[in-house]
């Protein structure tokens, strides 16, 4: 019988670095975390076919919410669905370890043999500590070599880099086509909040990864490659959730 076991990864971090600042330039803290819709949304879907998850982060550490992500702004007004999906949150809570997520130097390479899929949602969190984690770096390589379904959204891509850092000290994604929070969308968000943000298109281009963005992608498209399934905002949470599913399945 295939797996049933998926790994989400999560970061620690609950903000992350806002770049000249200020006349005099300086780099602060700017709150964020995971983004609640991007996370929940293939949760739901993975949970109502039957899929077991496991949470894992850098340190453990218990992941926060995107401020952003939490107002009914973020939801188009729909009260409703925002309290589902924090309530299934708080479920992950009390039956799922959510708080108290499995370090990734702990997770060893015999279990990843036990995982049919990783997932990692987005926020800005992952600009924090994923992309260079040499931890992470040799989860996504088992993944990556094993050619086992890999889903990731909006800032979450990010953590691909980390591969570069991983055993093979090289990125494993050089040449797949990829959709992120594109470099437009993050000025928009400079522009908002008056510094500059590592951009997660650009880093992943400078890196060997083919980048497919455009109107499609703020409008929700999803793009696959090989095992690899990308969408590049909240936008794209249901298609992802979709997709990621059928490739599980196949």
């Known amino acids: 019988m295939a797996s049933k076991k998926i790994l989400i990864i999560l970061s620690d971090a609950n903000s992350f670095p806002l770049h000249k600042t200020g006349t005099d330039g300086k780099t602060v803290q700017q709150p964020s975390g995971f983004f609640l819709m991007e996370l929940a949304k293939p949760l739901q879907k993975l949970l109502e076919e039957g899929y077991e998850v496991t949470f894992a982060s850098p340190e453990g550490k218990e992941p926060k919410p995107d401020p952003n992500s939490e107002t009914l702004a973020a939801f188009a007004g729909n009260f409703y669905e925002r309290r589902r999906e924090n309530e299934l949150i708080e479920r992950m809570r009390r039956e799922n370890g959510f708080s108290r997520p499995r370090r990734f130097r702990d ?126 905002n909240p936008v794209a949470a249901d298609a992802l959730g979709n997709k990621f599913l059928q490739m599980l399945k196949a």
């Open 107 to 232: 997770i060893s390479d015999e279990e990843l043999r036990g995982f049919a899929g990783v997932f990692i949602p987005g926020g800005h969190a992952p600009l924090a500590d994923l992309g260079a984690d040499p931890e992470l770096g040799r989860i996504l390589a088992h993944f990556h070599a094993a050619r086992k379904p890999t889903a990731a959204i909006c800032h979450g891509p990010y953590a691909f880099l980390s591969t570069k850092r991983g055993p093979e000290k090289d990125f494993a994604y050089r040449g797949y086509k990829l959709t992120s929070w594109s470099d437009a969308e993050e000025k928009v968000m400079e522009t908002m909040l008056c510094g500059e943000i590592d951009k997660v298109e650009s880093s992943l281009r400078e890196s060997g990864a083919e980048m497919v963005e455009g109107l499609g992608e703020k409008a929700g498209a999803i793009t696959v490659d090989r095992e690899v399934v990308t969408g590049g």
